[in-house]
């Protein structure tokens, strides 16, 4: 039996965790999303020498389901509890439904 992971787990891990967001495509217009933003997401990059190095960079978790098409490098968003808007420098889905859009700051006031 498969499991609809969007329906019976992402849907209520937005409702309690997500925040309203302003999702704009690079091919014009906006819609409104629900995401969950986290601001100090690591990530880590090894160097050749077999160090590593760790950033921090903004991310957001979105459901599939609320877009009609996948999203792509270049579209923006505004976070409105931060007041800041980002571009997606990078769309990364799994198999479940979720995609983790890894962002770039843009402007905030």
């Known amino acids: 039996m498969a499991i ?3 329906s ?3 849907s209520g891990c937005m409702d309690v965790f997500g925040e309203p967001v302003t999702y704009m495509p690079a091919s014009g217009g906006s819609f409104p999303v ?5 601001a100090a997401w690591k990530e880590l990059s090894l160097i050749d020498d077999g160090s590593g190095v760790n950033t ?3 991310v957001l978790g979105v459901r599939a389901s609320q877009f009609s098409s996948v999203p792509v490098q270049g579209d923006k ?3 409105a509890s931060v007041n800041t808007t980002y571009v997606v420098r990078d ?3 799994d198999s479940h439904g979720h995609i983790n859009l890894l962002l770039n700051k843009v402007s905030s006031p």
Not at 34 to 38: A, L, P
């Open 4 to 6: 609809d992971w969007d």
């Open 8 to 10: 019976h787990v992402l």
């Open 34 to 38: 629900t995401g969950v933003f986290n």
């Open 91 to 93: 769309v990364n889905p």
């Open 77 to 79: 968003l505004s976070v």
């Open 56 to 58: 921090v960079r903004p």
